[in-house]
């Protein structure tokens, strides 16, 4: 049974319906209530500690939390589950260390909406060459984030409901800008509380159904394991048997039948692994029909060479023989840091970094924290079991799955009713959703607050600022549809390494603009422009000869970068004092 497309029917159509038009509505409820600029891009910097947590947590996990990881896990097993530590522990540190001293700096020593405002006011950047340069990394990077969001909602959309790519990309995105044309920071966060919920339910809800089907932990696990032993006797079975079966299809018809015998038979036990573009159960399909043609006694040639064809097909496969169930299998130490250093990653991401200056009070911190890290954890967990049951569950019902980033979508088609599977498919929906609208918010206060009112406009009414960051939530989604239209587009690449950009460039300088009072304005600009090309430069030219996440390097580079630019001039004295009145007031 193939679960590659879902089964379209009224009750997931209503579900869908219902939920997109309760996003919308927030959106439109808030619109009045957007009075200033600082309602729009920050609600006015009174978010309650639960809201900040899950609204942090939505807007950063996207669709990757609910397709991406689970697909990971389904074919890489437990090595992927490093990624979900780094993420854990960079989060945490996130939340316990840049949390506080932010939102102090941010709304007590400055009263700055935007990363680029904290920083010009941080290192008196009277020259506004550090928000230049923050608000082109920040469009460039969102600009191509936001697009990857859209085409992951348009692929839901086209798989759901069977449309044509190009309408569901547009149906999606109109979803998404309205919200966030209207509603603003506040709309924003609301419907991230509510994707944030949604998401956990699906993420919890699946895993245990999954789970009961199965028949338990051990079941789930002697199956992965068969299928692990499996996938290491068709690798053996390429260098020998499989060559054999070639040379006896010409002299031995009847002995290369009982050779395709033997290879279904361990074929049987591993039917979630791919072979080219056909699948373990494919593939079985296919010499079945071999085994009733050699049968016959009588055959073309065209019958013999499409059955070499298949039987090629599994002998040219890669495959990478590892137990899915250890943490250790087939993977070196640059391996293990490099999907821990994820983490670094969230100290530079803007659209999270906002969520801590728009809390309420330094004094919600702590319960945010909580709330946010047991929401992380309990959703990480739920999309790496998924992953791993996937395995046990598609062998044990003899199911096909080509994707295996559809391993969530198949599992809710198949396990619920239409109204409940309507409910876990709108939690990517909702994932995709509060990911890209967070990062439209902030590309749109980058050019309502960062150019037009502090470079070109310092003048501006709040009434015309409002209206440029709706027109930049306009122009920026315009782009971002435009990159969107090919959802094969190259450009799209860029996606992969945008977290380490961040991460290198701004995180690194974030981190040492709250620590150390010594660093200069100039340090800031090198350790940010360092951080950017060296992601940049290690992705497409070292990385072949040096295999870490670009991160690791790009952050240590900014980071030293930062050091000593910063030892070749003093700090002024004003950012000094600016400095030690936000130790005071964490020190209270």
């Not at 506040?186 to 809800?205: N, R, S, Y």
Request: aromatic fraction near 12%.
């Amino acid at each position: 049974m193939s679960l590659e497309h879902i089964t379209l029917n009224l009750p997931i159509l209503i579900t869908f319906a219902c939920y997109a038009l309760l996003m919308l509505s927030i959106g439109f409820y808030f619109f009045n209530q957007n009075t200033t600029s600082g309602d729009y891009f920050l609600g006015n910097k009174k978010m309650g500690p639960v809201i900040s947590a899950l609204s942090a947590g939505a807007s950063d996990m996207s669709g990757w939390l609910l397709m991406g990881l689970p697909g990971a896990l389904y074919v890489s097993g437990l090595i992927e589950f490093y990624i979900a530590i780094g993420l854990s522990i960079g989060a945490l540190f996130n939340w316990l260390f840049v949390a506080k001293r932010l939102r102090i700096y941010t709304g007590v020593v400055s009263n700055s909406l935007t990363i680029p405002d904290y920083l010009e006011t941080r290192f008196s950047d009277d020259r506004h060459i550090l928000r230049f340069l923050c608000a082109i990394i920040i469009l460039i990077f969102f600009t191509f984030y936001i697009s990857s969001g859209l085409v992951g909602g348009a692929k839901l959309f086209e798989a759901t409901f069977g449309l044509k790519y190009h309408y569901a990309l547009s149906i999606g995105t109109i979803i998404i800008v309205i919200y966030t044309f209207f509603g603003g920071y506040k709309a924003v966060c609301w419907t991230d509380l509510i994707q944030g919920l949604l998401m956990l339910f699906a993420l919890l809800i699946v895993p245990i159904v999954m789970l009961y089907h199965i028949g338990g932990i051990k079941e789930a696990f002697n199956l992965i394991q068969n299928s692990d032993q499996s996938k290491e006797i068709i690798i053996s079975m390429q260098k020998i048997d499989i060559p054999q079966t070639l040379d006896l299809l010409k002299n031995n018809p009847k002995e290369a039948n009982k050779k395709i015998q033997e290879i279904i038979e361990i074929l049987n036990n591993a039917k979630d692994l791919k072979f080219g573009d056909k699948t373990a159960i494919e593939i079985t399909k296919l010499l079945q029909d071999a085994q009733a043609i050699l049968s016959k006694g009588q055959y073309t040639p065209q019958e013999i060479h499409s059955i070499k064809e298949t039987l090629l097909l599994l002998q040219d496969s890669k495959i990478q023989p590892h137990s899915r169930l250890s943490m250790f299998s087939n993977i070196s130490l640059l391996g293990i840091l490099s999907a821990l250093a994820w983490g670094l990653g969230y100290f530079g991401q803007p659209h999270i970094l906002v969520r801590f200056m728009s809390i309420r009070s330094i004094k919600d911190i702590p319960l945010a924290t909580s709330i946010g890290i047991l929401w992380m954890v309990a959703g990480l967990l739920g999309a790496c079991f998924i992953g791993l049951l996937g395995i046990a569950y598609i062998n044990k019902f003899n199911l096909s799955l080509n994707d295996p980033e559809k391993i969530f979508i198949a599992m809710s088609q198949i396990l619920f009713n239409p109204w409940i599977c309507g409910i876990l498919l709108s939690a990517i929906l909702a994932a995709i959703m509060s990911t890209a609208s967070s990062q439209l918010l902030v590309s749109s206060s980058t050019i309502a607050q960062d150019f037009y009112h502090k470079i070109f406009k310092k003048e501006a009414s709040e009434k015309s600022i409002m209206l440029m960051s709706r027109m930049g939530v306009l122009f920026v989604s315009l782009i971002a549809f435009l990159i969107s239209t090919n959802k094969d587009s190259s450009v799209l690449s860029i996606v992969a390494y945008a977290w380490a950009g961040f991460g290198a460039s701004f995180g690194s300088v974030i981190l040492f603009s709250l620590f150390w009072s010594r660093m200069t304005r100039m340090g800031a600009i090198a350790g940010m422009i360092t951080g950017a090309l060296v992601v940049i430069l290690h992705k497409n030219f070292f990385k072949a000869h040096f295999p870490i996440y670009e991160m690791i390097p790009a952050f240590i580079c900014a980071s030293i970068a930062i050091i000593l630019v910063s030892y070749l001039q003093k700090p002024r004295e004003g950012t000094k004092k600016a400095f030690e009145t936000m130790l005071n007031e964490v020190e209270r």
